[in-house]
């Protein structure tokens, strides 16, 4: 492809949280391989043993469903591992990319979904995915609730991109600037400049 082609930049605009469960662990490492190959970018991700109390914390909407004590005793069972992950549409890519809940009627109607192949009951079904995006929100705080937000970052043409419209015009002046007052120390110079005249640093209203 020509470089100088305008090609739409990739930008990852939605992330959704993935758990492997306890009956498919073993198999983190295959499906985590899945996962990269299927153009996600994983964001954040750890191994955690959950104790009942964390499972009935988690899946607190299915209270009072009769399945809702086995759950958490599997849930708590052995680890499981989470990823935060990252794509256009994430939500939707990694629900339709692990099938039906039930593993059983996966693999008639969906084959190729990972249930359908790591799963083997409605209780068993390997995987879990946020079912929206104020779902994954909340269950991507309660997987990493120490962690900030990491944006994913962006690939070449999203990356030229940002460059061009949010950084080089002002680094560009800084440097410019740094010529003309020739300071002691450019290096702690040009880093103060940088800050003091950063575009988008945020605004600030202080009560009155």
Same mark, same amino acid.
């Given at each position: 492809?020509?470089?100088?082609?305008?090609?739409?930049?990739?930008?990852?605009?939605?992330?959704?949280?993935?758990?492997?469960?306890?009956?498919?662990?073993?198999?983190?490492?295959?499906?985590?391989?899945?996962?990269?190959?299927?153009?996600?970018?994983?964001?954040?991700?750890?191994?955690?043993?959950?104790?009942?109390?964390?499972?009935?914390?988690?899946?607190?909407?299915?209270?009072?469903?009769?399945?809702?004590?086995?759950?958490?005793?599997?849930?708590?069972?052995?680890?499981?591992?989470?990823?935060?992950?990252?794509?256009?549409?994430?939500?939707?890519?990694?629900?339709? &990319?692990? !099938?039906?809940?039930?593993?059983? %009627?996966? +693999?008639?109607?969906? $084959?190729?979904?990972?249930? *359908?192949?790591?799963?083997?009951?409605?209780?068993?079904?390997?995987?879990?995915?946020?079912?929206?995006?104020?779902?994954?929100?909340?269950?991507?705080?309660?997987?990493?609730?120490?962690?900030?937000?990491?944006?994913?970052?962006?690939?070449?043409?999203?990356?030229?991109?940002?460059?061009?419209?949010?950084?080089?015009?002002?680094? &560009?002046? !800084?440097?410019?600037?740094?010529? %003309?007052? +020739?300071?002691?120390? $450019?290096?702690?110079?040009? *880093?103060?400049?940088?800050?003091?005249?950063?575009?988008?640093?945020?605004?600030?209203?202080?009560?009155?």
């Amino acid at each position: 492809m020509d470089d100088n082609q305008t090609v739409p930049a990739r930008v990852y605009v939605e992330r959704t949280l993935a758990l492997i469960k306890p009956d498919a662990i073993d198999k983190a490492d295959e499906i985590e391989d899945i996962i990269l190959c299927s153009g996600f970018t994983v964001l954040q991700k750890r191994k955690i043993h959950l104790t009942p109390e964390q499972c009935s914390d988690f899946y607190a909407e299915q209270y009072g469903k009769l399945f809702f004590p086995r759950l958490t005793v599997f849930m708590s069972s052995a680890p499981v591992t989470a990823y935060v992950l990252a794509r256009d549409q994430a939500i939707a890519y990694w629900k339709s &990319l692990i !099938g039906p809940s039930n593993p059983i %009627k996966a +693999k008639e109607t969906h $084959p190729n979904c990972l249930r *359908a192949k790591y799963g083997t009951s409605d209780l068993r079904n390997a995987l879990h995915g946020s079912d929206s995006f104020l779902a994954a929100e909340k269950e991507i705080k309660f997987m990493f609730p120490n962690s900030a937000v990491i944006e994913p970052i962006p690939t070449r043409y999203a990356a030229k991109d940002y460059l061009n419209r949010f950084v080089n015009s002002t680094l &560009l002046n !800084g440097l410019t600037e740094l010529c %003309k007052r +020739k300071p002691a120390d $450019p290096f702690t110079w040009l *880093a103060d400049w940088l800050i003091e005249n950063n575009p988008n640093k945020p605004k600030v209203i202080h009560a009155t």
